[in-house]
């Protein structure tokens, strides 16, 4: 049969507003970002030094990593499947570029080892998962005590003292503004049109949504998943990158509840845990709110316990809305 | 449609459970529509149809699953408009799923007695009584060598499926509803089980047995129910049937003359297949699928069409047999790979094969010829809108734009959504596995139309359909399969609902044997 004539002129137009279609393709990512200013402004006239330099730095600098982390994750997330490793890897990669640094290496091979490291390490998992069958969350959980174990095991948990100076990229500031900023706004901007606009960032949306139908459309799911969790790995490594080189000592553990932090930066930010939908615009910004959020409590002199609390009711909260959501969509 | 009139079924015993006008609809579509159905005590009544004809949702009404939209169901003396599953126990009525539903960690004891174990006051559970009793219960169903001890996990589908009987009948039930309970089992346990049903009729029980194989249906029925398109054909005494006019009555007789069929200009082959087979699913198939032609490919549930299909396109490969493609042959062994080759395949099921229902019309329309609207790795999605908007109106399908979500259609546009995917790979060779399946008349013809449109303009098209009036309206040439063999190749001058209808019901092969 012939190709459809591009010329013809559809015999419809798009009835919405560009502003309408905005909304209902974006509409997590707007809610995030309208809680962040409404935080700002709320937080900010009960202390207005609250908005100072130095805290806004704090806040969005100090967290950049755990954005860049949730880049990856979201990919991850938006195939369908999870890691729940990440914050171990992120501990073991921390430790490795640490002692390169210190053992005299160039700092540039201290900074970009981790990103190797990790696609590799994610790499495996992503082949068990895809290869092996296994359910994701079973096998990142293996690879959590795999990773965690070895580590306490081999470093005892020692910190990483004297580190070269040179090596503390995150504390460089480019063109006035922190390093992590950059890496931040740059990798989310560049993984989002890469999710969007490429071959392979729709395919993993399709795979996420329904795996059956893109097999059967020639995707190469398993093959997809495995370079998703490759890739998600190597984001871990940037990550590293920033968070081992902010501060003057790197401590060889696990940071703690980093992978939930993570997990839930993506899925507050609007990337269903069913897979297929989803921005790293989200999480990135879902990142920040809780970076501001945890700040904020300290400037309204409200506990920092109640931080977690928070968060896991905006984790309830954003799954319910989720939930319901997709049960007006695909109402027929 | 009006159903064939009956004859009066005058019964001296009152019925153990009557449906009366027994409607109901899921999300618009009715998929029973106004369905009269009784058991009786002590006989086996065999309920038929094919997939999508309302058989489950009929079994799933009288055991309480789903409450009806209209009618009324009388279960012994009382008549209700809903039952639930409450009711069903009280009433006496256990049904046999076909996913057994056991506790594969538990004993074939405990099994049984699960929800209504025999205690020893301050709820203790009786062990030995528990034990006992089991024991009775597969004793009588002739099962001395099952373990009542033995963890239901470690058992055989048959042997879990006698736990699953002696669990029904540990509620004294009455009626007992059986969902396919031969799908799975081998011949030696198909016996077996056909035994089992015998035993309990002679006790008494009503037997609703689900299937689709007939000879196990006129071995063990005392009457047949076929229900088509959610609506009753017919009730009959087993006597009065042969397995060929119960085919006739599964899938229809009338020939809508309203087949918008043009005139086939049918040319050079394209796809030849010899001997191919795929495991134990099919074997020995060999056709050949021309430019310009509809192919149809009829047979019963379970007789191995969608399977040639799905080997075809390389989800499941041949095991034996060759493909051959303009002369050429292949080795299919990816979707991918034949896809590249020009082959499209509409699956059966939209749902699981088909679409991503979170993505809009244009990102599942350019899904598998992304190529075409990307530049390098990055997709143009000006084209990408285009191409769905010019889909849309090719296929007519009713949508708000490119950009609506495919979860929001209705099922006929789902389909053309489906096919516009297809078409956008410019295929030679489109496999459409029950086309027109749930959805409406007039989406159903304007698919029809489309078709012939394609085969018109040099497209080979095989058609596997479930409907005989789709078949034989459609079709150029018919082949039919029967368990998993090609039986038949019948010219579309004479093919008609008796000579296709005989070779699905396996006449063919029994007159070769």
Known sequence: MAAPDLHAAPDFHPKRSLAARIVSAYGQEIVIAAAIVALFVVVSTINPRFLGTNNLNTIIAGNAYIAVAAIGMSMVIITGQIDVSVGALIGVLATISGNLAVSGAPVWIAWIAPVFIGAAISGVTGALVAYGRLPSIVVTLGMLSILKGGLVSVTGGAWI???????????????????????????TLLAFLWMRNTAFGRSLYAIGGNPEAARA?????????????????????????????????????????????????????????????????????????????GSAMIFVNVSAYWLRAVIGFLILVTVLVDMARRNREFRQ | MTPPVMPPVTSPVTPLVSLAGVSKSFAGVRVLKDVDFDVLPGEVHALLGENGAGKSTLIKVIAGVHAPDGGTITIGERELAAVTPRDAVEGGIATVYQELLLFP?????????????????????????????????????????????????????????RVEIAKALSQNARVLIMDEPTAALADADVRRLMDVVRRLRARGVGIVYVSHKLPEIFELADRVTVLRDGALIGTKPIAEVTEQSLVAMMVGREIDHLFPKPEPAIRETVLKVEGLACGDRFRDVSFELRRGEILGMAGLVGSGRTEVALTIFGITPATAGTIELEGRPVAITSPRHACDLGIAYVPEDRGLQGLVRPMTIAQNVSMASLRKVATGIFIRFADEALRAAASIKQLGTRARGPDQVVGQLSGGNQQKVVLGKWLETNPRILIMDEPTRGIDVGAKSEIHALMGRLAQEGMAILMISSELPEVLGMSDRVLVMHAGRLVAAIDRADANPESVGAAMAGAAAQEAA
Do not use: C, Y
């Open chain 2, 105 to 161: 960690e538990l004993s074939v004891a405990e099994n049984v007695f699960l929800g209504h174990a025999p205690t020893r006051g301050l709820g203790r559970l009786d062990w030995t009584q528990m034990r006992r009793r089991a024991r009775q219960l597969l004793d009588s169903l002739d099962s001395h060598d099952l373990d009542v001890d033995a963890k239901v996990g470690t058992l055989s589908v048959a042997n879990r499926q």
């Open chain 1, 217 to 293: 459309a020639g995707i190469p799911v398993e093959r997809r998943i495995v370079q998703t969790f490759m890739i998600h790995g190597a984001f871990a490594g940037i990550a590293t990158m920033i968070f081992a080189t902010q501060l003057r000592v790197i401590q060889s553990t696990v940071p703690p509840n980093l992978e939930l932090t993570i997990i839930t930066a993506s899925v507050i930010g609007g990337v269903s845990i069913l897979g297929g939908t989803g921005t790293v615009i989200g999480s990135t910004l879902a990142a920040i709110l809780f970076a501001a959020i």
């Open chain 1, 161 to 187: 003292n004297h580190l070269p100076p040179a090596f503390q990229l995150a504390q460089q500031r480019w063109l006035g503004l922190p390093v992590p900023i950059w890496f931040m706004v740059a990798l």
